[in-house]
């Protein structure tokens, strides 16, 4: 239903994970994909799903030179950009208390969650802007900037800058007609977050209950995020967040039990509904 035939898309860490499922999803539906990848392996592996006229990038998005010479390539084999999803981020393993973060900590999630947006976006708008009215940003955000996540404070302050960077650019960029938007993905299956293997198998029982929807999220449903949010359909969305939780948000400790009931206690008690 949506079409982006004749459109340029770029998406970052394209070659694994939520970023991979978008940029299929894009090339399925007919868009010439750009996908800017740090790691030469999957950038190979993702270049034969994405059709003859991809152009997949070995590029760090972190340095501002490699990002630049990208978006020069871009101009000069595409010849317009109509959409830029941000997607690249990480949490880079590091769960501990704030107080534990070295220098080099805070750098390197800066580096990863921000800053490389802030430079992709940055060489990026003037070629939207070139291509003209309708292009798209979309920012690749976390339920953990709506939310506390303990032992990630340094992550998810950095993706909460990323909601005020939707936000703000939205503004800036409104009056060239070009829309701006993030979605906050709860746990999704990616090459960085594996619950399938993380969650021991005699746990596994409990995840219909854990997440209102019933499971965690893939690839695919980001994408269709995407889609919509690129397409004329979104026409009139912008500065927004789309929130691809399964309706974890929304539940905000709320827990199915085990009888079909709901709980907001750690233990399941006997007075029903929030019973304690
Ligand atoms: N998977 C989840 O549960 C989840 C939940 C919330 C938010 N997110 C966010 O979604 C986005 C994608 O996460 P994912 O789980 O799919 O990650 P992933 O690690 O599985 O995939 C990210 C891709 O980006 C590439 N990459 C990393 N650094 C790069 C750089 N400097 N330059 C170019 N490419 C780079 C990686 O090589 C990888 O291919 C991130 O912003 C992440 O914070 C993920």
Redesign the pocket.
Same mark, same amino acid.
């Given at each position: 239903m949506i079409e982006f035939a004749g459109r340029t898309v770029l998406v970052?860490?394209g070659?694994?994970? %939520?970023?991979?499922g978008i940029a299929v999803a894009f090339a399925r539906a007919g868009a010439r994909v750009v996908v800017?990848?740090?790691?030469r392996t999957?950038a190979e592996a993702v270049r034969a799903s994405l059709g003859p006229d991809a152009l997949v990038s070995v590029?760090?998005?972190?340095d501002a030179t490699q990002v630049k010479a990208l978006l020069d390539e871009v101009a000069r084999k595409c010849g317009r950009l109509d959409v830029l999803v941000n997607?690249?981020?990480?949490?880079l393993g590091i769960v501990k208390p704030f107080e534990q973060h070295t220098d080099e900590d805070l750098e390197a999630l800066y580096d990863?969650?921000l800053r490389?947006m802030f430079l992709v976006t940055r060489a990026a708008i003037p070629l939207l802007k070139k291509t003209g009215p309708g292009g798209s940003i979309i920012n %690749?955000?976390?339920?953990?900037a709506f939310r506390g996540i303990p032992m990630n404070v340094v992550y998810s302050a950095f993706?909460a800058g990323v909601s005020g960077f939707t936000r703000s650019l939205a503004l800036d960029l409104g009056p060239a007609g070009i829309r701006v938007n993030e979605i906050a993905?709860?746990?999704?299956?990616?090459?960085?977050?594996k619950p399938a293997e993380w969650i021991p198998a005699r746990y596994r029982e409990h995840i219909p209950r854990w997440i209102p929807l019933g499971r965690f999220?893939q690839?695919a449903d980001a994408a269709g995020c995407a889609l919509f949010l690129a397409s004329d359909l979104a026409g009139w969305v912008t500065g927004t967040t789309l929130h691809l939780d399964g309706g974890a948000l929304a539940a905000a400790g709320w827990y199915r039990t085990p009888d079909g009931g709901w709980t907001n206690t750690p233990v399941v008690t006997d007075r029903g509904i929030g019973g304690v």
């Open positions: 970052t860490g070659g694994a994970g %939520i970023g991979r800017a990848e740090i790691d999957r590029t760090d998005v972190r997607n690249v981020g990480d949490f990863v969650n490389q %690749i955000s976390t339920i953990e993706k993905p709860e746990t999704t299956e990616s090459e960085q977050v999220g690839p």
